[in-house]
């Protein structure tokens, strides 16, 4: 049995590669058995990725579903929101990418939203976002961007836009004010660069970084990767998802920042085990699984009924990356 395996108490395998779920099976097989599996794109003709690109606007969105508060977003915006939000399951649940017309569809449609400055704005409103401009590249890189003059440009930007000690902040929070009807439509707050770094903007931003090949090798993201993991199991400094119980309800896709999201970025940058805040998140996650094989997690958002074998499928990753 490989060294993963035996780092943790019961063999996740069975109730993964029996999975009912069709692409759960092929990543497991292919990431976890390194088994020889069948193109990407054979995800993407599976029935839910049809039903999701079934509601895909002409300009390449998806339409918001839920209850808009017009009064901080525009409509807009909220279809932005919603874009990012299927972008990540097709890319992170099916693989695809900019192979597939609907991605090049829907990336144009985000790239729409950058500003001559680099960030993706207006989820915000006018307000500056490093989290939801570094969540949206993420997913770009992912989805074959990782080359292309618009990610770099969002790079730098986000480089530009750094709190002193190394890390990110929402800019709006490092002044004291509010995400609010007034100041989500005001000029775009400038950070107080003196104030510490926010470990839920952080890790969204080091995502990014991670993702991309070259980006992952930075001093910037080295840095960053060792500020996020002194936080674990520690407050944010400022009021957005503050206590420390955040780090332990998670989303799949990855959303927020929370222990199982920073450990995959840490494993991508190269981060080892040894590291003493590594070595107690991965012990946290080996005493929560459960007999079956499987983890049952607080889950905060989604409503696929297999969640729980999405968020084991990818502690599984996390924790056969840090044993590779």
Not at 195 to 210: E, I, M, N, Q, W
Not at 212 to 220: G, K, Q, T
Not at 242 to 256: E, H, I, L
Request: hydrophobic share 40%.
């Amino acid at each position: 049995m490989e060294a993963w395996r035996r780092s943790l108490i019961f063999d996740p395998l069975p109730p993964l590669i029996t999975a009912e779920n069709e692409a759960i099976r092929y990543y497991a097989r292919r990431d976890l058995l390194g088994e020889a599996v069948p193109s990407i794109a054979s995800l993407w003709e599976l029935n839910e990725v049809r039903r999701l690109l079934r509601k895909q606007k002409d300009n390449g969105s998806w339409p918001y579903r839920g209850a808009r508060r017009t009064y901080l977003r525009s409509a807009d915006s909220y279809d932005q929101l919603e874009t990012y939000r299927i972008v990540g399951e097709l890319v992170e649940k099916f693989g695809m990418t900019r192979d597939h017309s609907a991605m090049r569809q829907a990336a144009e449609y985000l790239f729409s939203h950058q500003t001559n400055e680099g960030d993706f704005r207006g989820i915000y409103g006018t307000q500056y976002s490093p989290n939801y401009s570094a969540a949206i590249m993420e997913l770009l890189i992912k989805a074959g961007y990782s080359r292309d003059e618009r990610i770099a440009q969002g790079f730098q930007w986000l480089l530009d836009i750094r709190q002193r000690d190394g890390g990110w902040a929402i800019p709006l929070r490092t002044t004291g004010a509010k995400l609010d009807s007034l100041m989500m439509k005001g000029d775009p707050v400038q950070p107080a660069r003196s104030k510490p770094f926010s470990h839920l903007v952080t890790g969204v931003v080091v995502r990014a970084f991670a993702a991309h090949e070259r980006r992952r090798a930075s001093s910037a993201a080295m840095n960053a990767g060792t500020l996020l993991a002194s936080r674990f199991f520690r407050r944010d400094v400022y009021p957005d998802r503050s206590a420390a119980v955040f780090w332990k309800k998670f989303s799949y896709p990855f959303w927020f920042t929370d222990l199982l999201s920073s450990l995959d970025s840490l494993s991508r940058l190269g981060f080892g085990r040894q590291d003493t805040e590594i070595k107690q998140a991965l012990a946290w996650f080996v005493a929560r699984q459960r007999s079956s094989g499987v983890w049952e997690l607080k889950i905060v958002r989604g409503a696929d009924k297999a969640l729980k074998l999405w968020l084991s499928l990818a502690i599984c990753r996390v924790t056969k990356s840090f044993c590779d």
